[in-house]
């Protein structure tokens, strides 16, 4: 059992609340051009971007029915071959530092990926911060229950800390730290 109380998913796919991504997208407005999750499990940060007005792109290793999607094998080669303006995702931890340098060498605008706070931590990836332009850590003070998301496990009750990490290119300086406002989502009213 993991720190969240859930089996580790196979692939990788925990749901993110939609409120969480209407609290982002509160706060990140402004996109620029084309706007991407290429890890979109079920489709709420793609739902919640189109209805905004955002061009959006979907892309994951297994298409769910519930978004249209383009099904690839990694998003180490989804990225590239869409080449978005900006993406906006709840990537695999496992692999989030690498996905961030992905996104980052083929996106102009912005890179925002949902993490565990905790994602701040460790010695490595201070020096690895140094490198890249986190312009943004938007912490959510509302715990987050992201269930896998091919279980029945009802979402209630979160245990972890998240943030929405907000990489930005052409950013200069210190990251600037906020807080999400709480949001209600669209389909939670």
Known sequence: MRASGYERNAADWYVEPAWAVDALLSVERRFIGGVMDPCCGGGNVPRQLASLGCKTFA???????????????DFRVTIPM????????NPPYGDAREFIDCALAHTSDRVCVLLRLAFLEGIARRDWFATVPLARVWVSSRRMSMPPGDSDIPAKGGAIAYAWFVFEHGWKGAPVIGFLPDVKAKDEE
């Open 59 to 73: 892309a994951d290793v297994v298409d769910r029915g519930t978004w249209p999607v383009e099904v690839v094998d």
């Open 82 to 89: 869409i080449g978005p303006d900006s993406i906006v995702s």
